[in-house]
T-cell receptor, first 114, second 113 residues
Framework: DTAVSQTPKYLVTQMGNDKSIKCEQN?????MYWYKQDSKKFLKIMFS???????INETVPNRFSPKSPDKAHLNLHINSLELGDSAVYFC?????????????FGPGTRLTVL | AQSVAQPEDQVNVAEGNPLTVKCTYS??????LFWYVQYPNRGLQFLLK??????LVKGSYGFEAEFNKSQTSFHLKKPSALVSDSALYFC???????????FGAGTQVVVTP
């Protein structure tokens, strides 16, 4: 069983379109995250939810909107896609928000904006 | 504020030789330190973490890391590298509170036969 899954794995779209990426975890974790990995492989956190409540919201354009319908799901919707949004987006989850809690990552979604 | 540095963009090692990937950190309180590995076109896989106690932490795939508080370092080591260890390695730190991981920039490990 896949612990943290994301769909789709690849997403190719035109500038200006709206797209969503879905994430699900079956680990029973309370906390979920979205990260962006750029072309230089640098990882940056975007959002974090704990028990469906937003707890981390980095300086991300408001075209990005996360939604957590329940603890096991955290989706990312992106409006008006731009070339600079091209990246790999990773979902992750952890037991909670405590310091020692390990984050477990999904396989990633490679977004290409043309 | 917390930060983590991986001073080497790439580490090259021959198969069978020891492998070391360096990481230094800065946090205001007690650190929680993590190592992850990323294979091409894959997500990050957890290798090991330091919470407290023994400074030598053993993890997956024969990796270990040594916590050094005075040098604020958490270097990843493997006694005998395999070609299959070739991947991108990330160090991450989190302080003693809720909040985000701070990841290093990553170190590409290349193990040659």
């Amino acid at each position: 069983d896949t612990a943290v899954s994301q769909t789709p794995k690849y997403l190719v779209t035109q500038m200006g379109n709206d797209k969503s990426i879905k994430c699900e975890q079956n680990l029973g974790h309370d906390t979920m995250y979205w990260y962006k990995q750029d072309s230089k492989k640098f990882l940056k956190i975007m959002f974090s939810y704990n028990n469906k409540e937003l707890i981390i919201n980095e300086t991300v354009p408001n075209r990005f909107s996360p939604k957590s319908p329940d603890k096991a799901h955290l989706n990312l919707h992106i409006n008006s896609l731009e070339l600079g949004d091209s990246a790999v987006y990773f979902c992750a989850s952890s037991l909670g928000i405590a310091g020692p809690d390990t984050q477990y990552f999904g396989p990633g979604t490679r977004l290409t904006v043309l | 504020a917390q930060s983590v540095a991986q001073p080497e963009d790439q580490v090259n090692v021959a198969e069978g030789n020891p492998l070391t990937v360096k990481c230094t950190y800065s946090v205001s309180g007690n650190p929680y330190l993590f190592w992850y590995v990323q294979y091409p076109n894959r997500g990050l896989q957890f290798l090991l973490k330091y919470i407290t106690g023994d400074n030598l932490v053993k993890g997956s795939y024969g990796f270990e890391a040594e916590f050094n508080k005075s040098q604020t370092s958490f270097h990843l080591k493997k006694p005998s590298a395999l070609v299959s260890d070739s991947a991108l390695y990330f160090c991450a730190v989190r302080d003693n509170s809720w909040g985000k991981f701070q990841f290093g920039a990553g170190t590409q490990v290349v193990v040659t036969p």
